[in-house]
DNA sequence: CGGGATCCCCCGCGATACTG
DNA sequence: CAGTATCGCGGGGGATCCCG
């Protein structure tokens, strides 16, 4: 409110502290949200044991928390099937479609830079 | 490596556990990291003062331990000026200029959509 | 198969104090 | 002004067990 950055048309900043824009900005900035919707908007919908084994890595509890926060967000619908055995579906809602080019190139953007990356490591390392 | 994402020309992928670019995705990620990098890409060099008064809530720790990995990472160039008081100054590489618009869409996507998300939660909650 | 519930440990992070 | 160093705790997150 203070500080006035540039055209906020929206009304949320996420320079500022208690604007619920910077918790999502966390929130879709994690590491597992990022990739789970990256899975899923790539290879369409999934189930839960497609997730696990295509992210590496993850804990059961990770995968499960971030599924259920990104339910809730409305970025992915959940479809139980009642078969023995259960089976479940994730896919992008419509709004977790738009934010899948968003993080599709942050995804992106990691990989292509890598080497750029380590390179700018390794020069700052061999000073001092 | 043994399975097989879509194409990845660069040889990295951050579906894999163990590829160095999911920790490069995770601090791209990073909360204070894509708020310095916004607040920096777009109002020009700043100072230190100016990046902790403009991104608010963050500690002094946070702030410096973000600015240096986001350094050694070869985003930001650090210039000080040695006066009576010293000066220091931040600005984007080319490297980081490069970042800049993914990450501003991602703070974008998260003021921009807040409503829907709020709505979803709203809706999310009053189920069950 | 797709989770929920618990335990527990580690360290991220804030607060504080000090320095060039 | 722009940091560094240190302490302390809260909770993020892995491991494990169990259930529908």
């Known amino acids: 409110m203070g ?12 320079f500022s502290a208690l604007c ?13 949200v990022s990739l789970a919707i990256v899975a899923i908007g790539l290879r369409g919908p999934l ?16 995968l ?5 926060r990104m339910e809730r967000d409305g970025l992915l619908a959940r479809t139980v099937t009642p078969s023995v055995p259960m089976r479940t579906d994730y896919e992008l809602t419509p709004l ?3 934010l899948l ?21 390794t020069a700052y390392d061999s000073r001092v």
Request: no cysteine; aromatic share 6%.
């Open 96 to 98: 977790g479609q738009t």
């Open 20 to 32: 619920p824009s910077r918790r999502l900005l966390d929130t879709i900035g994690d590491k597992w």
């Open 47 to 62: 189930r839960y044991s497609e997730l696990a084994s295509q992210i590496e890595g993850v804990s059961q509890k990770m």
């Open 64 to 68: 499960t928390q971030s599924l259920r």
């Open 101 to 121: 080019p968003v993080i599709g190139h942050l995804k992106a953007w990691a990989e292509e830079h890598m080497p750029e990356v380590d390179a700018a490591r």
């Open 3 to 14: 500080t006035t950055t540039a055209e906020r048309p929206s009304g949320f900043d996420a």
